[in-house]
């Protein structure tokens, strides 16, 4: 059953006639007047735009980036399934059909409701024993260039995903671990339709062809990916994930498959990794405490759940929120599909206070103890009013850190750096289970090296560059250390979001919710949470509302998306604006229809290809 928005057609309209990027002047966050700054990368590969109609599901639903592994994971909640089950069918398959984005060659995070209680997989990847905060220096003792660096064995965290949802499985699954590798062999097999945005990003792809086992399986021998509708197998993934299916987790770190993966790296002919077997074997999932707060929302008190670091997402959405809450445009109205210049305005400047905190603070937390000795500190009320005062009607000159409940910090501020993909997975089951899973290889096409255990078959799996979102730059000048500097055995901070969202009185859960998209992935969770709980809109809606952000220089506005008279009065606060496509990949499930609080409302992005499935 299929739900209407209004919103949905003008968004469609709007970003197909939308045209090239537009600026203007203004000052950056460090207060000195520049030329123009460069428009930072996009986070996501734009392809089609394509309408969404939003559903309704009375029971169960699956929310996935692709058709294929949303209705895989479906099918295992009608076999019986719980969401974990589901979700482990559903990253299966999206190894096969969105390579560029996810697989079992990256990492998760994974948060989990039970009916009972909130939990975080943390299934990152971590950096090898072999390395040194030195990984991303030249000779010369200068950061490498984001495309020397993330193309190369030395960007190849050791990946995570497997054993995290192994772990996960442990604890709740309800089918067999091998029935849930099924639609994805079957799939690798048989093959499976090149949709228009894996063709896309093949295409402007200027890298993967040099992988000689990337090349042989993505494109034809004149060097064009292959067309969409082509059917593509992947009998050399299908063998590793026979292993995974009949061993679990050790096919992938021991054996064949990890000295193929140890072979990958170390043999990378520019600049070789330091992975090795003994990384592999030791590599282990963790279980953390998922980092909760209380969020008042437009008709209701919310109890807001998500990562805790090595993830920044939950307390930068968090922060971002809380500040929002506390400006005159908490509870401002949208000005016909866009938020208003005001809101916008409150709304980036809350950002910019968010994102210098985790720039200062935000690490592994093996590594680097949390601010006033916990994570809530940056989140706690009073810490929050006294950094919303700092909140005027103009953009301001500057921003830095804040320091929470007092406290001081050695760590020097890490440099602002590019970050890129994922892909986001939201699952409720019939049996009081719920998840939100967000999945990546980092970049598209990850380190662009496949790995294969079989030559002679085409395909196989790609490797993340996960290490780059570490601090190229460890240290500041003056030697003091960044906090999310490299180290062995330490996982990259990220942004992913999953996020669950509750009634803070009845403990209800009523969403879950997130997106891929670089440290855009902040801001697009932000927007479909602030838009769903204070705007009170459907989950549909929310997502198709247009996109926003900045990582601390220019505003950024999704193209052709906002009124000029929008635009001119954020220059008029002092705002440098441009306009880009930002393309996200939300996916949420909320509970609650106008006429059936039980059923599921589901929406996906119109910017990607998902869906949701369900009954």
């Given at each position: 059953m299929k739900y209407s928005t209004p919103l949905t057609s003008r968004f469609v309209l709007c970003l197909l006639l939308c045209g090239l990027f537009s600026a203007c002047s203004g000052t950056p966050d460090n207060g000195?007047?520049?030329?123009?700054?460069?428009?930072?990368?996009?986070?996501?590969?734009?392809?089609?735009?394509?309408?969404?109609?939003?559903?309704?599901?009375?029971?169960?639903?699956?929310?996935?980036?692709?058709?294929?592994?949303?209705?895989?994971?479906?099918?295992?909640?009608?076999?019986?399934?719980?969401?974990?089950?589901?979700?482990?069918?559903?990253?299966?398959?999206?190894?096969?059909?969105?390579?560029?984005?996810?697989?079992?060659?990256?990492?998760?995070?994974?948060?989990?409701?039970?009916?009972?209680?909130?939990?975080?997989?943390?299934?990152?990847?971590?950096?090898?024993?072999?390395?040194?905060?030195?990984?991303?220096?030249?000779?010369?003792?200068?950061?490498?260039?984001?495309?020397?660096?993330?193309?190369?064995?030395?960007?190849?965290?050791?990946?995570?995903?497997?054993?995290?949802?192994?772990?996960?499985?442990?604890?709740h699954g309800?089918?067999?671990?091998?029935?849930?590798?099924?639609?994805?062999?079957?799939?690798?097999?048989?093959?499976?339709?090149?949709?228009?945005?894996?063709?896309?990003?093949?295409?402007?792809?200027?890298?993967?062809?040099?992988?000689?086992?990337?090349?042989?399986?993505?494109?034809?021998?004149?060097?064009?990916?292959?067309?969409?509708?082509?059917?593509?197998?992947?009998?050399?993934?299908?063998?590793?994930?026979?292993?995974?299916?009949?061993?679990?987790?050790?096919?992938?770190?021991?054996?064949?498959?990890?000295?193929?993966?140890?072979?990958?790296?170390?043999?990378?002919?520019?600049?070789?990794?330091r992975m090795s077997m003994t990384d592999l074997q030791r590599y282990q999932p963790k279980a953390r405490e998922a980092l909760c707060h209380d969020h008042?929302?437009?008709?209701?008190?919310?109890?807001?759940?998500?990562?805790?670091?090595p993830s920044s997402g939950a307390l930068a959405v968090g922060q971002i929120l809380g500040l929002l809450a506390r400006t005159p445009s908490a509870r401002s109205n949208l000005e016909g599909d866009a938020p208003t210049a005001g809101w916008l305005h409150h709304y980036i400047e809350a950002s910019r206070l968010a994102f210098a905190d985790r720039a200062q603070y935000v690490a592994d937390p093996d590594f680097v103890a949390a601010p006033d000795g916990q994570w809530l500190s940056l989140l706690a009320p009073a810490y929050l009013d006294q950094r919303a005062r700092l909140i005027g009607d103009k953009a301001a000159a500057s921003v830095t850190h804040g320091q929470p409940g007092g406290a001081s910090s050695a760590w020097a501020p890490m440099p602002a750096q590019t970050e890129y993909g994922t892909s986001h997975v939201s699952i409720v089951d019939g049996h009081g289970n719920a998840l939100?899973?967000?999945?990546?290889?980092?970049?598209?096409?990850?380190?662009?090296?496949?790995?294969?255990?079989?030559?002679?078959?085409?395909?196989g799996f790609l490797l993340n560059n996960q290490l780059t979102d570490f601090s190229f730059t460890p240290r500041s000048p003056e030697g003091r250390p960044v906090a999310n500097r490299v180290e062995?055995?330490?996982?990259?901070?990220?942004?992913?979001?999953?996020?669950?969202?509750?009634?803070?009185d009845s403990g209800e859960l009523l969403a879950s919710a997130g997106s891929p998209g670089g440290a855009f992935i902040i801001h697009f969770t932000a927007k479909a949470l602030h838009g769903m709980f204070q705007w009170q809109l459907t989950p549909q809606a929310a997502i198709d509302l247009p996109n926003f952000g900045t990582l601390g220089g220019p505003l950024l506005l999704e193209a052709g998306r906002f009124p000029r008279a929008t635009v001119q009065a954020l220059e008029q606060r002092g705002h440098?604006?441009?306009?880009?496509?930002?393309?996200?990949?939300?996916?949420?499930?909320?509970?609650?229809?106008?006429?059936?609080?039980?059923?599921?409302?589901?929406?996906?992005?119109p910017r990607r290809e998902g869906i949701v499935a369900g009954d």
């Open positions: 000195q007047p520049t030329a123009r700054q460069a428009t930072p990368p996009q986070p996501e590969g734009s392809s089609d735009i394509t309408a969404k109609p939003g559903w309704v599901h009375q029971r169960q639903a699956v929310a996935a980036a692709n058709p294929l592994a949303a209705e895989a994971g479906a099918n295992i909640l009608r076999a019986g399934g719980s969401a974990v089950d589901a979700a482990i069918a559903v990253q299966m398959v999206l190894s096969l059909v969105e390579p560029q984005s996810s697989g079992i060659g990256g990492g998760a995070f994974l948060l989990h409701h039970d009916g009972q209680r909130v939990q975080a997989f943390d299934g990152r990847e971590t950096a090898p024993l072999g390395v040194t905060e030195e990984l991303f220096l030249n000779e010369q003792g200068q950061p490498l260039p984001f495309a020397t660096a993330v193309n190369s064995g030395r960007a190849v965290g050791v990946p995570g995903a497997v054993a995290m949802l192994a772990m996960a499985h442990q604890q309800r089918l067999p671990w091998t029935r849930l590798f099924e639609p994805a062999l079957s799939l690798s097999e048989q093959g499976f339709p090149v949709s228009q945005r894996l063709h896309t990003l093949l295409k402007d792809d200027a890298t993967l062809r040099k992988d000689p086992v990337a090349n042989a399986y993505f494109y034809r021998v004149d060097g064009t990916p292959h067309p969409v509708g082509h059917v593509l197998r992947n009998p050399a993934l299908a063998s590793v994930l026979r292993q995974l299916a009949a061993q679990g987790p050790a096919a992938l770190h021991e054996g064949p498959v990890a000295q193929a993966i140890v072979n990958k790296v170390q043999q990378h002919a520019g600049l070789p990794g008042s929302a437009a008709d209701r008190a919310l109890r807001i759940c998500g990562f805790p670091p939100s899973m967000t999945t990546t290889i980092e970049a598209a096409f990850g380190a662009r090296l496949m790995v294969t255990t079989d030559p002679s078959s085409p395909g062995p055995g330490k996982r990259p901070r990220s942004s992913m979001s999953p996020t669950l969202v509750f009634d803070r440098e604006v441009r306009e880009a496509p930002l393309p996200s990949g939300l996916q949420a499930i909320r509970r609650g229809g106008e006429k059936d609080q039980r059923v599921w409302l589901g929406g996906a992005d």
